[in-house]
Every structure is written in C-alpha cells, then in structure tokens.
C-alpha cells in the first residue's frame, strides 16, 4: 500500500547542513514534496522534484531522489534558526486526484 | 495573487454537533483538497472537488461532506462530530491538468470537541 516513512527527530547547530530522509512505496508517483510546517500553521511548500530527475538544487535546499530505492531527501545547507520547524515529505499517489500522502513529519530543531 | 484563506481560525463544538469550515482557493485554481491532521501526525487526505463535482475521496466516514461553489471556494462539512474529529483542517488548492498539479495550502482551521 502506500505509505511515507520518515525519521521523527533531527538536531543540528546553526550553520551547519541538516539532512532529512524520507523512504516512498509509490512508484507511480509523478512528483515527490518537501513541505514545511511552523508551530501552529499551515504548510508551505519547499520545493518538489519531478520523478525523472535525480537532484534539484534551489538555494539552499538540495533535493536528492533515488528512485531505484525509493529514497528522498532534504538537504539544508547554512542551517539557521528560523528553519526550526516539522518538515514533511509527499508523494502523489498517482491517480485521478493526485492527492498527497505524507510522512509522519521530521522535527528539525536548530540549536544556537 | 492571492494565496489559499480559510475560516474559521479556531473552533470549539462540542460532540454530535455539526461543523462548516470554509476555503477560498487561490486565484486561477480550479480545485480544492481537504485534509485532516491529528495532533502529531501528517495530514490525512479527506477528498478533493474539481470544477464542483467530488473528484475523490479518501478513508473518512459519509459525515464529512463538501461543496465546491462556481468561484472554486470550498466548504467542509463535518455532522455528528466526535473527540477524534479534533484536528488541524487544512485545504489545499491546485489547477491539475495544466502541469500544474502542486498543491498550496492554506493555514487551516483548527477544531477542538470536547
């Protein structure tokens, strides 16, 4: 079935580079997502890779997709405070909706 | 161009009474997604409308209902509410079909039954 698989808990110190894993079951998927969610708030969106890309870079944020194993990730250089927050990964489950399946989230707590 | 709003902010029923939440999609999005988030756990999707008709839907009881309104707003529908109904709603708009299927979402309506 479907199902996103993510690591509860990252820590990190500012300016260093976090690294967020997400595992997939859906090959179908035609875009894979990095949403991050704030205390209290909705979610916005980071960035998205396309399935038959292998890596897109926008800013600081590296996404990294092997396909073959089914792996995503997030890479955040010069991590900073204000990137405190829950960072969710999705997949499109490839029918007619294109509804998102998420993860559990990972917490990413930045230390000073 | 104006971004996915929803009202209310917060809500606080009480159980088996019924609840609307409200979601205006972004401009030039023809679709809306619902989602429901429990504390602790990534959103949940409930069901989408495209061009007022329900589009899909996932594992979520007949009282949760929608509508989608000729402007592409949106309503959810929630009857009989019960404790674990309480969660963060967030809808989310899109225009599929036109290479532009990533969702944006709105910052939710939170809701509390006691």
Redesign the interface.
Same mark, same amino acid.
């Given at each position: 079935g479907e199902d996103?698989e993510q690591s509860l808990f990252l820590s990190v110190r500012e300016g260093d580079s976090s690294v967020i894993n997400c595992t997939y079951t859906d090959s179908s998927s $035609?875009?894979l997502?990095w949403?991050k969610q704030e205390p209290?708030? +909705?979610?916005?969106?980071l960035t998205?890779i396309f399935s038959n890309m292998d890596m897109k870079q926008d800013q600081r944020l590296t996404v990294l997709l092997n396909k073959k194993d089914k792996h995503l990730s997030l890479r955040i250089a010069d991590t900073q405070t204000g990137d405190s927050a829950i960072y969710?990964c999705?997949e499109?489950d490839g029918?007619? $909706?294109?509804?998102?399946?998420? +993860? $559990? +989230?990972t917490l990413l707590a930045v230390q000073p | 161009e104006t971004g996915v709003t @929803?009202s209310p902010t917060h809500l606080i029923k009480t159980r088996g009474q019924q609840v609307t939440l409200r979601c205006s999609s972004q401009s030039g999005h023809n679709t809306v #997604?619902w989602?429901q988030q429990a504390l602790? @756990?990534?959103? @949940? =999707?409930i069901f @989408?409308y495209y061009r007022e008709e329900e589009? /899909?839907r /996932?594992n979520f009881p007949p009282r949760f209902s929608g509508l989608q309104f000729p402007n592409y707003s949106s309503e959810l529908n929630v009857n009989a509410l019960e404790l674990d109904d309480s969660a963060?709603y967030?809808c989310?708009s #899109?225009s599929?079909g036109q290479g532009r299927?990533?969702?944006? =979402? /709105?910052?939710?309506t939170?809701l509390l039954v006691l």
């Open positions: 996103v $035609t875009y997502y949403y209290g708030a +909705g979610l916005q969106l998205y969710f999705a499109t029918g007619a $909706t294109n509804k998102l399946i998420f +993860g $559990t +989230g | @929803q #997604s989602y602790g @756990q990534g959103p @949940q =999707f @989408q589009n /899909g /996932g963060l967030l989310a #899109s599929p299927e990533t969702q944006y =979402f /709105g910052p939710g939170r």
